[in-house]
Nanobody, 115 residues
Framework: VQLVESGGGLVEPGGSLRLSCEAS????????MGWYRQFPGKEREFVAV????????YYIDPVKGRFTISRDNARNTVNLQMDSLKPEDTAVYYC?????????WGQGTQVTVLS
């Protein structure tokens, strides 16, 4: 059971990044998939989630209209397209899966927006 993120990096304000998460070892299409982020010295916070068949998605207010979560169940991947990035988006971003009552986390990928 594994989640592997990729796509983080350094970007200027107003720029874009696309995070990807490849899942393995569980029934991907049955799992709600999400992204969380963690600021230095803070607890991890929810960013976005997408339902198993991709019909529903939810976002926290600060990223609405800028971030888009999507999934490809044929490739067991979930993506987070981040546009109009701001310095306050700087954080480690984690992929998350909820499989029944079991939580699965990726290792995290750093996103840095210059200020």
């Amino acid at each position: 059971v594994q989640l592997v993120e990729s796509g983080g990096g350094l970007v200027e304000p107003g720029g874009s990044l696309r995070l990807s998460c490849e899942a393995s070892g569980f029934s991907f299409g049955s799992a709600d998939m999400g992204w969380y982020r963690q600021f230095p010295g803070k607890e991890r916070e929810f960013v976005a989630v997408i339902s198993g068949i991709g019909s529903e998605a939810y976002y926290i207010d600060p990223v609405k209209g800028r971030f888009t979560i999507s999934r490809d169940n044929a490739r067991n991947t979930v993506n987070l397209q981040m546009d109009s990035l701001k310095p306050e988006d700087t954080a480690v971003y984690y992929c998350h899966a909820m499989v029944g009552v079991t939580e699965i986390w990726g290792q995290g990928t750093q996103v840095t927006v210059l200020s």
